[in-house]
C-alpha cells in the first residue's frame, strides 16, 4: 500500500512539473497556458487529495483519477495550441524568392544611364 501511495505522489509531482514546463515553453500562447494551469491544479488537487483523506483507499482511487484526467487535460490543450500554431504559420505569407538574376546583374556599368541608382 506505501508503494502505490508513493506512486500516486511520484504521478502528481510529475504531473505540476510538466505543468510547469509547459508554462515555460508555451511563450504566451494562453491555449498552452490554459492546459499548463489545469495541469498544474490538477497535481496539486491529486497530492491534496493524497495528504488530505484519512481513507487511503480512497485516496488511492481519487489520486489516480485526478491525475489522468489533468494529464489528458494538458495533453488536448497542448495539442490545440499546436493546432493554432500551425494554422497561424500557415496564414502568414512565406517570403518571396529572390528574382533570378542574369548574369550581368550585379555589374555597376549595366545599368542605362538616364535610370537612377537609387
Do not use: K, Y
Request: hydrophobic share 65%; aromatic share 6%.
Amino acid at each position: 500500500m506505501v508503494a502505490w501511495m508513493w506512486g500516486a505522489v511520484v504521478m502528481a509531482i510529475v504531473l505540476i512539473v510538466a505543468g510547469g514546463i509547459t508554462w515555460w515553453i508555451a511563450n504566451g500562447c494562453t491555449v498552452a497556458i490554459v492546459g499548463a494551469i489545469g495541469a498544474i491544479l490538477g497535481g496539486l488537487a491529486a497530492l491534496a487529495c493524497l495528504a488530505i483523506l484519512i481513507d487511503p483507499e480512497t485516496a488511492l482511487r481519487v489520486s489516480p483519477i485526478l491525475t489522468v484526467l489533468s494529464a489528458v487535460w494538458l495533453l488536448s490543450w497542448a495539442l490545440a495550441s499546436g493546432i493554432r500554431a500551425q494554422r497561424l504559420a500557415r496564414a502568414v505569407p512565406a517570403p518571396l524568392a529572390p528574382a533570378q538574376a542574369g548574369p550581368a546583374a550585379g555589374l555597376a556599368g549595366s545599368e542605362p544611364a538616364h535610370q537612377s541608382r537609387f
